[in-house]
């Protein structure tokens, strides 16, 4: 869709959004149905969730200005991305001019990173797993008497998680890392569905019965045995995506106060309790999920509500849009430089890395200025989800090169097969003094062996990236050595260099998944471009001038059915 196109469709809708609700409704619905590209069911479902707010939103938006072209750059691609509006962010001390100097200790710790769990409860072995909705193997969506493809026990890439494939992952970690000093999750819970969110018990009681199982798990001395520090995904709000700022205009009518998101901070609260102190526990709920705790001595873990720079969070669209929605990068600052006062180190988790292609590019920017500032002596590392892919994300002071290369996100497999990847977590080995991690450890399950497993999935170690990306051009000459920002740096210096290395990573990126699309030269360096970027305007992805297709993202639109983006060629 061109520009002009996007923004003339825009102006349609918000003159739309002056009539009722539900003859913006009606009419959406019909141009959605005239596509013959999404199915009725869903087209229905998202608009009746979605529509309120777009209603509210697009009335205060300019469409003709700044904040249209925010909106089709950012969601469609279809027109040039706009500047990123100036912002200098302050802090309440200088950068120190001496930093501390780090040494490894020799002595390191597991911890334990899972992302994108995406159960499905209404998954069921044997249904069709290529069917007409974005997510299939669910019986409503299957003709018993013509199965294309009957889903497997264990589950399919076409789909989101079975229960029995999320029970064989718990099991098997005691199995692997019996000594787990603590575990990590950073968000989307519930299944794509999101055509039918609400009502909100829904959602919540899916939430309710998987942090129900993790506890069973984590809880337990016979099994995972350690604490778990949760972040929220965008998955996790009802209607997906919707994470309202203070100062949103929600509808005021009674049946509409789900939209506050009270609940589901209310309802994280209580799935959280036993991981979080009850001090911590208060103040979360007050803090859009936002929290502080220590899960070792010497370490700050802060998770983050990342869904306040999430490009289709419509609240974020509301004319004038806001810097710092809810005060959440303010919070960061100051807890930031607690810990710089008091010489502690600090990780940041959370659900959408600040490098993300669906992170806007303003709130990119101030935070990448939160971590210029803090990094590299406060900030031991970050750690993300949300892409369903295995990937890393460098942030650099200035230009970017090995010697500016100054803090690391590591974003995180998907439990998730959906959509085209094998599902998996991580392992990091930790410097017990620095916090800094030694090593990354993928472990995954060929979902594409399902038929021959036995006994349940084959999980096994995919790659060590110390091993892996270990190179003379990115060389670790000790075995006690950090993967530092400059090593990781070039890594992707490697890769540009060594076509061999770039292809491992890309095989890896989707856990060594039999569907992997081809990466030509362009692509790689896209790909290369997007590790290296630590803000997301330093993307090259977005650029509606590029040929080459955006490569569809798994938290993305994605309204079409298995069946017609297979036949369309998307479905990769």
């Not at 939103?57 to 691609?77: E, F, I, K, P």
């Not at 029995?164 to 098997?172: H, M």
């Not at 009518?253 to 998101?261: D, P």
Request: proline content about 7%; glycine content about 4%; hydrophobic content about 35%.
């Amino acid at each position: 869709m061109s520009c002009a196109k996007c923004i003339s469709l825009l102006q349609m809708v918000k003159n739309l959004s002056y009539m009722s609700e539900a003859m913006l409704i009606g009419a959406l619905v019909r141009v959605c149905q005239r596509t013959q590209k999404v199915d009725t069911d869903v087209c229905i479902g998202v608009i009746k969730e979605q529509a309120p707010i777009v209603r509210k939103v697009l009335r205060t938006m300019t469409v003709s200005g700044r904040d249209g072209h925010l909106l089709c750059a950012a969601v469609l691609n279809s027109c040039p991305y706009p500047e990123v509006e100036a912002w200098n962010v302050t802090f309440p001390k200088p950068k120190p001019a001496t930093l501390p100097e780090y040494k490894p200790s020799g002595r390191t710790f597991s911890v334990l990173h899972l992302s994108d769990w995406h159960v499905d409860p209404e998954y069921e072995p044997g249904a069709e797993a290529f069917c007409d909705k974005p997510i299939c193997c669910r019986p409503a969506y299957t003709d018993y008497t013509n199965v294309t493809k009957p889903a497997s026990i264990w589950g399919e890439y076409s789909c989101d998680t079975p229960i029995s494939t999320i029970e064989s992952l718990l099991e098997y970690i005691p199995t692997v890392a019996p000594d787990i000093a603590f575990g990590i999750m950073t968000g989307d819970v519930p299944p794509h569905e999101v055509w039918s969110t609400l009502p909100t018990i829904k959602t919540q009681l899916i939430q309710d019965h998987s942090y129900s199982l993790l506890h069973q798990h984590f809880d337990s001395p016979d099994l995972v045995n350690t604490m778990l520090y949760p972040a929220v995904g965008n998955h996790e709000s009802a209607p997906t995506n919707m994470f309202p700022v203070k100062t949103s205009k929600i509808p005021i009518e009674e049946e509409r106060h789900y939209l506050h998101m009270h609940w589901l901070y209310r309802s994280l609260a209580q799935s959280w309790q036993g991981w979080l102190s009850h001090h911590t526990i208060t103040n979360m709920e007050n803090n859009s999920a936002s929290y502080v705790a220590r899960p070792v001595a010497g370490l700050k873990l802060i998770s983050l509500n990342t869904n306040f720079c999430y490009t289709m969070n419509w609240w974020l669209y509301e004319h004038p849009m806001e810097k710092d929605p809810n005060g959440i990068l303010e919070w960061l600052i100051l807890q930031l430089q607690e810990s710089e006062d008091v010489g502690e180190r600090v990780w940041i988790i959370g659900h959408i890395a600040p490098g993300d292609i669906t992170c806007f590019h303003d709130y990119s920017n101030y935070f990448h200025q939160i971590v210029e500032r803090y990094s590299p002596h406060v900030i031991a590392g970050q750690f993300y989800g949300h892409t369903h892919k295995d990937e890393y994300q460098v942030f650099y002071n200035g230009e970017q090169t090995a010697e500016n290369a100054i803090a690391m996100a590591y974003v995180a497999p998907s439990i998730t097969p959906f959509s085209n990847v094998n599902p998996g977590f991580r392992m990091y080995q930790v410097d017990a003094e620095t916090f800094e991690v030694i090593d990354s450890i993928t472990y995954i399950a060929d979902l594409d062996q399902a038929d021959t497993w036995l006994s349940g999935p084959n999980w096994h170690i995919e790659y060590s990236a110390r091993e892996a990306y270990n190179s003379s051009i990115a060389p670790l000459h000790d075995t006690t050595s950090p993967l530092t920002p400059a090593w990781w740096h070039n890594v992707t210096v490697s890769m540009e260099e060594d076509p061999e290395m770039f292809n491992k990573y890309w095989s890896y990126r989707t856990k060594s998944a039999p569907i992997v699309r081809e990466c030509d030269d362009e692509c790689r360096s896209t790909v290369i471009c997007g590790i290296r970027a630590g803000k997301s305007e330093q993307r090259c992805d977005y650029d509606p001038d590029v040929l080459q297709p955006v490569e569809e993202h798994a938290c993305g639109i994605n309204l079409m059915g298995v069946r017609t983006r297979t036949e369309d060629g998307m479905f990769l």
